[in-house]
Structure formats: structure tokens, C-alpha cells
């Protein structure tokens, strides 16, 4: 008895950017929101921000809220000679759900320390602090940093920027495309040298910085060796050594289904082997169960 669906459209593009398989409507325009991290990363690095190993990767990462992620994201700022009250983005419980009830055991609430993007803020204010630009407007559209990013972003995804809104942590988030999308985050998992490869170095050394330990972009970064991307709205990118790269939009904003369409369309197109796959999915997949037994199983049906 199938109990739910899932709905929504992927793009899958080989080592040279070429769409090569597509589920629904590839081409309509999507807000991308934390999987665009990683070349909004890319744009704080050309920007000459010194940013390496875990703070480099806190840049890219939707981070679990741990008291490990915390300690990073407080260096960057003291790297800047900044505060936490110079963060822009809101105040927020951790995504991990232990975090949480860390937090509460220890009788502290949320903070912006705590809330998952506060790692790219963090490296945006660095950038500031470096090239000499304003921290106090950072996350306006006019703000240098932020026309260097949206120029990235039309680069990578070899696509004009047509509209903008403004994501969960208050910054710009640029509509693009799910074939745009993948193109853009196979440039930066097939890199071989400058920023792309650094930023990419980064996340293979220290995959619990980009997400956080047990949690799934953590386990297919550290099982498979991808690049591995989430975002809100259920949105995910997966990017291989190859080039090769995944997009995934489920519709109904869910991220349940997102990590098993986008593995299970990786192997179809030869990039990860059907074991390993599984074995990961068998790990990071939400179980379905009854009386505390596993009873069903989320499976793709496309």
C-alpha cells in the first residue's frame, strides 16, 4: 500500500555541464535558497577572504548548530575583530535535534551562534573586513559583496539572473534554473585547482562542518565522497568528482525524499554504485515504522 507521494523535478548533468537526464520541468526557475552556498562560498573567496579548512567549509554549510560548529563560526568573526551582535542573521534553535536538547540542558536559549547559516554570515562579514566594505548593510542587493555574488552565481550556472527574493537568513537568494543549478555545482565538485577545488578539499576533510555528525549530507559526503547540499523547500544538489552533478526540487517542500531521488539518480547515470548507495540510504533515510518496528520504506518510484 503506497500511504504518500512525493512530488518533483530533478536535473542531472554530466562532467561537462550537459543536461543528460531530466525528471518534470528543468527549466523553470526555482529559489535554490542553502544550496547556493556553495557559490556564494566561492564569491567570498574571490573576494580574497582568508577563509581555510573547517572555517571554510562553515562558509558553505547549513551547520547542525553543535558547540563544535559554534567555536568555528566564532573564529571567523574574531578573525574580523567582530561580535556575534554584528550577525545579520536571525536568532535560532539549532537544526540538530540533540543540539537542541543540549542547549535546553544547559539552560541557554537560541541564538544567531546557533542558527545554520550563521557560518556564511560570518564569512561575509570577513569579506567586508577585508576589502574594506560596509558590514552594516551586508546583505543588501547594492552591497559589493553581494554583486560579486550574484555575478558568481550567473557564471557557474551560465544563466542571467531574471529575479531575487530574500532567504530564510535574510540574504539575496537568485532564481535559478534546476539544470543551471546542477551545471553550477558539477563546476565546482569537478575542480581541479583555484577556489572551487580549495572549497571542495575543505568539505572532503571536514564533512561534519558543512552539516553535522549522523546527519545526511555529513554521511554521503563521508560514504561516497560527493559534494552533498541541502536547502529549505526541498531542495537538494549533489556534485561528483567527475563533474557530474544532481538537482532535486520536491514540491511539497519536503526533504524527506530528496537524498534517495538524488542518490538513485547518480547511480542511474553510473556515479555511485548501487551498494554504496544503498548503504548510505539504509543509514540517513528516515525509517517508516509501527510499534517501533520498521514496517515500510521510502522508495523511488520514477
Not at 523547500?233 to 520536491?250: D, F, N, Q, R, T
Request: glycine content about 12%; proline content about 5%.
Amino acid at each position: 500500500m503506497v500511504e504518500s507521494e512525493h512530488l518533483g523535478a530533478a536535473a542531472v548533468v554530466d562532467g561537462q555541464g550537459r543536461l543528460v537526464n531530466s525528471l518534470g520541468n528543468t527549466a523553470a526557475l526555482i529559489y535554490p535558497r542553502s544550496t547556493l552556498k556553495p557559490l556564494q562560498a566561492i564569491a567570498v573567496l574571490r573576494a580574497g577572504t582568508p577563509l581555510e579548512g573547517a572555517q571554510l567549509v562553515l562558509a558553505t554549510a547549513s551547520h547542525a548548530g553543535g558547540e563544535e560548529h559554534v567555536a568555528v563560526v566564532r573564529s571567523i568573526l574574531d578573525k574580523a575583530g567582530l561580535s556575534p551582535d554584528d550577525l545579520q542573521c536571525p536568532v535560532d534553535w539549532p537544526l540538530g535535534r540533540h543540539n537542541v536538547n543540549e542547549l535546553v540542558r544547559a539552560g541557554r536559549g537560541p541564538s544567531r551562534l546557533q542558527m545554520n547559516c550563521s557560518g556564511k554570515h560570518a564569512a561575509f562579514l570577513l569579506a567586508c573586513v577585508t576589502n574594506g566594505w560596509p558590514t552594516d548593510f551586508y546583505l543588501e542587493p547594492s552591497h559589493p559583496l553581494q554583486a560579486l555574488i550574484r555575478d558568481t552565481v550567473m557564471e557557474f550556472t551560465g544563466e542571467e539572473i531574471e529575479h531575487s527574493g530574500t532567504d530564510g537568513c535574510g540574504a539575496p537568494v537568485h532564481a535559478v534554473t534546476l539544470a543551471g543549478l546542477a551545471r553550477g555545482i558539477g563546476r565546482v565538485s569537478g575542480a581541479t585547482s583555484g577556489d572551487e577545488a580549495r572549497l571542495t578539499a575543505a568539505i572532503h576533510e571536514y564533512p561534519w562542518a558543512i552539516d553535522g555528525a549522523g546527519r545526511a549530507n555529513t554521511i554521503v559526503i563521508e560514504r561516497l565522497g560527493l559534494i552533498a547540499k541541502l536547502g529549505a523547500e526541498g531542495v537538494l544538489v549533489l556534485g561528483a568528482s567527475s563533474g557530474a552533478a544532481v538537482a532535486v526540487k520536491i514540491l511539497d517542500g519536503s526533504l524527506r525524499a530528496a537524498t534517495l531521488v538524488a542518490l538513485e539518480l547518480l547511480v542511474r547515470a553510473g556515479e555511485v554504485a548501487p551498494d554504496a548507495a544503498a548503504s548510505v540510504l539504509e543509514e540517513s533515510l528516515e525509517p517508516v515504522l509501527g510499534g517501533g518496528q520498521v514496517v515500510g520504506a521510502i522508495v523511488p518510484a520514477f
